[in-house]
């Protein structure tokens, strides 16, 4: 979990939309790329709908997240 975060994730959580092209990363080096779904920025949560059909739950607290061009 991540001690401290920066204002750049935290602007980027709250202006995240649905739709949204992100790709997303874990301490561990996994990567997920995807479209948001739904977002709570208050507790810096996001789900979107991976490129492999899944849907996933982000957290900023814990995953590295960035907003991606169309893909």
Known sequence: MKEVLTAEEV????????????????????????????????KGLVWIHTHQGERMLLDIHEHTIRRMGEL
């Open 11 to 42: 602007r980027l959580v709250f202006s995240l939309v649905p739709g949204d092209n992100v790709e997303a990363s874990d301490p561990s080096g996994a990567r997920w790329g995807g479209k948001v779904d739904i977002t709570h920025p208050p």
